[in-house]
């Protein structure tokens, strides 16, 4: 089940309800996308940075062990906190 998604102008991310879903776009063409899926159990921690009066974009940044550190830049106004509980 999809929980949420969001798209900036090439990329795009889709939170399910097991997994987060990172289509990134490569190259000038845009032909190349890579495709990233990123099961809940295999994150080990998470940050969540919130908007705030002038800069009103909202950043997530997740843990794994095999990958590192991975963040989403959400753009916009969004209640990211609201979202994460």
């Not at 099961?39 to 800069?55: R, Y």
């Amino acid at each position: 089940m999809i929980v949420g998604t969001f798209k900036t102008v090439r990329d795009q991310v889709v939170f399910t309800n097991k997994r987060i879903i990172a289509a990134n776009v490569q190259g000038l063409t845009g032909s190349k996308v890579d495709y990233t899926s990123i099961p809940f159990n295999k994150i080990q921690a998470f940050s969540v940075e919130s908007s705030g009066t002038f800069d009103r974009d909202c950043e997530i940044e997740i843990y794994i062990s095999a990958i590192g550190k991975v963040s989403f830049e959400i753009k916009g106004s969004f209640d990211l906190i609201g979202f994460n509980s």
